[in-house]
């Protein structure tokens, strides 16, 4: 069957901000300008298409990525056009848009960065008032982390403080020196009513109820000199991405309207380059043009180079290039439990095409699985599919081994792409089942949500036999016993919130490990010597295997190392697990018969044990990253506060009526700080918080949280 759109009208975006920015309010008119809902939904109203979780609506947030398809014919084609019927213009212009709206909120990261992990480009929306704010800076790391090419929208220029200059100068200060302005605002504030566009020098204005009637004006005399700084600076910038561009205005010669925007689309999709646009989504204003823009500036599947794996057989790298024609290599981002039809995998196809009926393999596991239903998601509506081609995202329906970062792909040309890593969760609560009944129902429930949900752990404590679930922060915990609750018919009891903290190292040890155990008939025979030492924060854990002339044979090392492992797991100062440990196998022996698996894993613990006792082992606790927005006249109070809760303020700013205080303060101190944080400041303060990195743990408080523990 030929493909509906050539792959080169096609465009997988996904918009990200910081929570509030407006991200799910510019989805919906996207949604509405596209035709794919004759009403825009509104957040404030809990009617959104986006978000349709009943816990995204009663809170006013996006809690899990939502993905849609939507077409759309650029306003100018649609305008310079206009002799062709809509039917031609569909045709010649119409290109399609596959859309996910990510979270904003700190505690669902997770769908953020395995979103950008698939999606060709991204729209990064930023509050008019506000400018960069701290998710804006962690989401703006994932996309480089991943190439992703960008436009940005300044949203929300109605409001009052709102200012696209300061918003601007965020921009370039905090995220990239790259970003260009290619609209200035008419007004601001409530005067805000149209847009310039700097390439064409044309103003526009929106018009009709919803903002659809665009209607070109004249430049306000108060305006054209900034609109002749602004544009000057514009094509100076875009011409120093192009050799003969350069050549041509050095010359004294404009380039081309066509040429500007030929090597702007170049420069945006080398990232050398951001684009900012300008606009009110509330209001209705500048949402098409940022699908215009979409259209032009972001990349298609085929613009980008093919996508490397590492052939599972051979273990040679390999390429697949984004076309039907190469064999099939889709990459799994997202599992979701659907109450109509089980479990659904979200998938990208990078070539290839993948056709209902057809046999896929699971490169990462191994394993084959069969293509039942296709799906393509317009939020959490289905729309059966007989096939995705190549550059396009679907769901498959009922897939049974398949999790986040899995590689499906054709059984005759196997490929493992790269996979999704995902951060460690910072905090901890125990739960137990309401009822006796409820346990098993409880497992399982929390067994699906962890699928779902790679940054959300299940875990069971032995010493008491109770069930730990881990995540990324209250808020994340909160809405998975919710979750358990509507989903799942299951009500569990909590209790109070836990430091995921960790143990590690600070100097050298080196220690050996016997298990000797003689008992009439064959005993049991280990004996290890390792040597451990740090690694760099963030690292992990390496294991070196520096056995020579066969002083314990190679069968056996893999058990030393699960026996390291295992010993890391249960930590040794205070019960947490182990990081950033580098540990080297050196030395040992071994006895012809009695030596075993089981001995040489025992004697991997024991010798692990006794090294890092040596090594000097302190506790690691997470640190996060705060910013409190509080009215002047508390700034003092807060900062007292904060200070006496181990805060390193690092930045102190301003903005409209308001101070804002960035600050990195131990997780540990931060619970309950919501309700502090009301009481000093009338109510009228408010934070954000998001993980930063994990740090030592002071003496005197480690004492305490190691005391804590035993009792």
């Given at each position: 069957?030929?493909?509906?759109?050539?792959?080169?009208?096609?465009?997988?975006?996904?918009i990200?901000a910081?929570?509030d920015?407006?991200?799910t309010?510019?989805t919906?008119?996207?949604?509405?300008?596209t035709?794919l809902?004759?009403?825009i939904?509104?957040?404030h109203?809990g009617?959104?298409v986006?978000?349709?979780?009943e816990?995204?609506?009663e809170?006013?947030?996006?809690?899990t990525?939502?993905?849609?398809?939507c077409?759309?014919?650029?306003?100018y084609?649609?305008?310079?056009?206009?002799?062709?019927?809509?039917?031609?213009?569909?045709?010649?212009?119409?290109?399609?848009?596959?859309?996910?709206?990510?979270?904003?909120?700190?505690?669902?990261t997770?769908?953020?960065?395995?979103s950008l992990?698939?999606?060709?480009?991204?729209?990064?929306v930023?509050?008019?008032?506000?400018g960069?704010?701290?998710?804006s800076?962690?989401?703006?790391?994932?996309?480089?982390?991943?190439?992703?090419p960008?436009?940005?929208?300044?949203?929300?220029l109605?409001r009052?403080?709102a200012?696209?200059?300061?918003?601007?100068?965020?921009i370039r200060?905090?995220?990239?020196p790259?970003?260009?302005a290619?609209?200035?605002?008419?007004?601001?504030?409530?005067?805000f009513?149209?847009?310039?566009?700097?390439l064409?020098?044309?103003?526009?204005?929106?018009?009709?109820?919803?903002?659809?009637?665009?209607t070109?004006?004249p430049?306000?005399?108060?305006?054209?000199?900034?609109?002749?700084?602004?544009?000057?600076?514009?094509?100076?910038?875009?011409?120093?991405t192009?050799d003969?561009?350069?050549?041509?205005?050095?010359?004294g010669?404009?380039?081309?309207l066509?040429?500007l925007?030929?090597?702007?689309?170049?420069?945006?999709?080398a990232?050398?380059?951001v684009?900012?646009?300008?606009g009110?989504?509330l209001k209705?204003?500048?949402?098409?043009?940022?699908?215009?823009?979409v259209?032009?500036?972001?990349?298609s599947?085929?613009?980008l180079?093919?996508v490397?794996?590492?052939?599972?057989?051979?273990?040679?790298?390999?390429e697949?290039?984004?076309?039907d024609?190469?064999?099939l290599?889709?990459?799994?981002?997202?599992?979701?439990a659907?109450?109509?039809?089980g479990?659904?995998?979200?998938?990208r196809?990078?070539?290839?095409?993948?056709?209902?009926g057809?046999?896929?393999?699971?490169a990462t596991?191994?394993?084959?699985?069969?293509?039942?239903?296709?799906?393509?998601?317009?939020?959490?509506?289905?729309?059966?599919a007989?096939?995705?081609?190549?550059?396009?995202?679907?769901?498959?329906?009922?897939l049974?081994?398949?999790?986040?970062?899995?590689s499906l792909?054709?059984p005759?040309?196997p490929?493992?792409?790269?996979?999704i890593i995902?951060?460690?969760?910072?905090i901890s609560?125990?739960?137990?089942p309401?009822t006796?009944?409820?346990q098993?129902?409880?497992g399982?429930?929390?067994?699906?949500?962890?699928?779902?949900d790679?940054?959300?752990?299940?875990?069971g404590?032995l010493e008491?036999?109770?069930?730990?679930?881990?995540g990324?922060?209250?808020?994340?915990l909160?809405?998975?016993?919710?979750?358990?609750k509507?989903?799942?018919?299951?009500?569990?009891?909590?209790?109070?919130?836990q430091?995921a903290?960790?143990?590690?190292?600070?100097?050298k040890?080196?220690?050996e490990?016997?298990?000797?155990?003689?008992?009439?008939?064959?005993?049991?025979y280990?004996?290890?010597?390792?040597?451990?030492?740090p690694?760099?924060?963030?690292?992990?854990?390496?294991?070196?295997?520096?056995?020579?002339?066969?002083?314990?044979?190679?069968e056996?090392?893999?058990?030393?190392?699960k026996?390291?492992?295992?010993?890391?797991?249960?930590?040794?100062?205070?019960?947490?697990p182990?990081?950033?440990v580098?540990?080297?196998?050196y030395?040992?022996?071994y006895?012809?018969?009695?030596?075993?698996?089981f001995?040489?894993?025992?004697?991997?613990?024991?010798?692990?044990?006794?090294?890092?006792?040596?090594?000097?082992?302190?506790m690691?606790?997470?640190v996060?990253k705060?910013?409190?927005?509080?009215?002047?006249?508390f700034?003092?109070d807060v900062?007292?506060?904060?200070?006496?809760?181990?805060?390193?303020?690092?930045?102190?700013?301003?903005?409209?009526?308001?101070?804002?205080?960035?600050?990195?303060?131990?997780?540990?101190?931060?619970?309950?700080?919501?309700?502090n944080?009301r009481?000093?400041?009338?109510g009228?303060?408010?934070f954000t918080?998001?993980?930063?990195?994990?740090?030592e743990?002071?003496n005197?408080?480690a004492?305490?949280?190691?005391?804590?523990?035993?009792?």
């Amino acid at each position: 069957m030929p493909r509906q759109y050539p792959i080169e009208k096609v465009r997988d975006i996904g918009i990200i901000a910081h929570i509030d920015a407006g991200k799910t309010t510019v989805t919906e008119r996207v949604l509405f300008y596209t035709g794919l809902t004759h009403k825009i939904g509104e957040v404030h109203e809990g009617d959104t298409v986006m978000d349709w979780m009943e816990q995204e609506r009663e809170r006013g947030i996006t809690i899990t990525s939502a993905a849609t398809t939507c077409f759309w014919v650029p306003t100018y084609a649609a305008r310079t056009h206009a002799d062709l019927d809509t039917d031609q213009r569909r045709k010649t212009f119409e290109h399609r848009i596959n859309l996910i709206d990510t979270p904003g909120h700190i505690d669902f990261t997770v769908e953020v960065k395995r979103s950008l992990r698939v999606l060709d480009g991204a729209v990064v929306v930023f509050d008019g008032v506000a400018g960069v704010e701290p998710q804006s800076e962690t989401n703006w790391r994932y996309a480089d982390e991943y190439g992703v090419p960008r436009i940005c929208f300044v949203n929300k220029l109605d409001r009052m403080g709102a200012s696209f200059e300061k918003s601007l100068a965020s921009i370039r200060e905090r995220l990239t020196p790259h970003a260009i302005a290619l609209q200035w605002p008419i007004g601001i504030e409530e005067s805000f009513k149209g847009v310039i566009d700097l390439l064409t020098r044309k103003a526009y204005a929106f018009e009709g109820e919803h903002g659809e009637r665009i209607t070109e004006i004249p430049i306000p005399d108060d305006l054209k000199n900034i609109v002749a700084k602004e544009r000057h600076e514009l094509v100076e910038k875009i011409a120093e991405t192009d050799d003969r561009l350069l050549r041509t205005y050095l010359e004294g010669n404009e380039p081309t309207l066509e040429e500007l925007k030929g090597a702007l689309r170049k420069a945006t999709l080398a990232v050398k380059l951001v684009p900012v646009f300008c606009g009110s989504a509330l209001k209705n204003k500048g949402v098409q043009f940022i699908l215009d823009a979409v259209v032009d500036y972001l990349p298609s599947p085929s613009d980008l180079p093919p996508v490397k794996g590492i052939n599972s057989q051979t273990h040679a790298e390999e390429e697949r290039k984004p076309s039907d024609d190469e064999s099939l290599a889709a990459l799994a981002f997202k599992i979701a439990a659907d109450p109509f039809v089980g479990s659904l995998t979200y998938f990208r196809v990078y070539s290839g095409v993948l056709k209902r009926g057809s046999y896929i393999l699971n490169a990462t596991k191994g394993e084959q699985e069969r293509v039942g239903r296709i799906v393509r998601m317009h939020a959490n509506h289905r729309e059966e599919a007989e096939e995705i081609c190549a550059g396009d995202l679907g769901a498959l329906v009922g897939l049974k081994n398949t999790t986040t970062g899995d590689s499906l792909v054709d059984p005759e040309h196997p490929i493992i792409l790269e996979r999704i890593i995902f951060p460690e969760p910072v905090i901890s609560i125990r739960i137990e089942p309401k009822t006796k009944a409820d346990q098993e129902k409880m497992g399982l429930a929390l067994h699906r949500l962890a699928e779902e949900d790679p940054t959300f752990r299940v875990s069971g404590d032995l010493e008491t036999g109770e069930t730990i679930i881990a995540g990324m922060g209250e808020l994340h915990l909160e809405i998975i016993v919710d979750r358990m609750k509507r989903e799942f018919g299951v009500e569990g009891s909590v209790g109070r919130p836990q430091v995921a903290y960790k143990e590690t190292v600070k100097g050298k040890g080196d220690a050996e490990g016997k298990y000797i155990r003689q008992s009439g008939g064959r005993g049991q025979y280990g004996h290890v010597k390792l040597k451990v030492e740090p690694l760099p924060r963030g690292t992990g854990f390496e294991f070196v295997d520096e056995i020579k002339g066969g002083a314990i044979p190679q069968e056996f090392i893999t058990p030393i190392e699960k026996g390291v492992r295992e010993a890391m797991e249960k930590g040794v100062m205070a019960g947490y697990p182990m990081t950033d440990v580098k540990v080297t196998l050196y030395d040992g022996s071994y006895h012809e018969v009695d030596s075993s698996e089981f001995a040489f894993k025992i004697a991997g613990s024991i010798a692990l044990q006794e090294a890092s006792k040596q090594a000097k082992l302190v506790m690691l606790e997470p640190v996060m990253k705060v910013q409190v927005i509080v009215p002047e006249n508390f700034l003092g109070d807060v900062t007292g506060d904060l200070n006496s809760r181990r805060a390193k303020i690092t930045a102190m700013g301003e903005r409209v009526n308001v101070r804002v205080v960035d600050a990195l303060v131990p997780l540990s101190e931060m619970f309950g700080y919501v309700t502090n944080l009301r009481s000093m400041t009338q109510g009228r303060g408010s934070f954000t918080m998001e993980f930063s990195h994990y740090e030592e743990v002071p003496n005197n408080i480690a004492q305490l949280i190691i005391e804590g523990k035993k009792k």
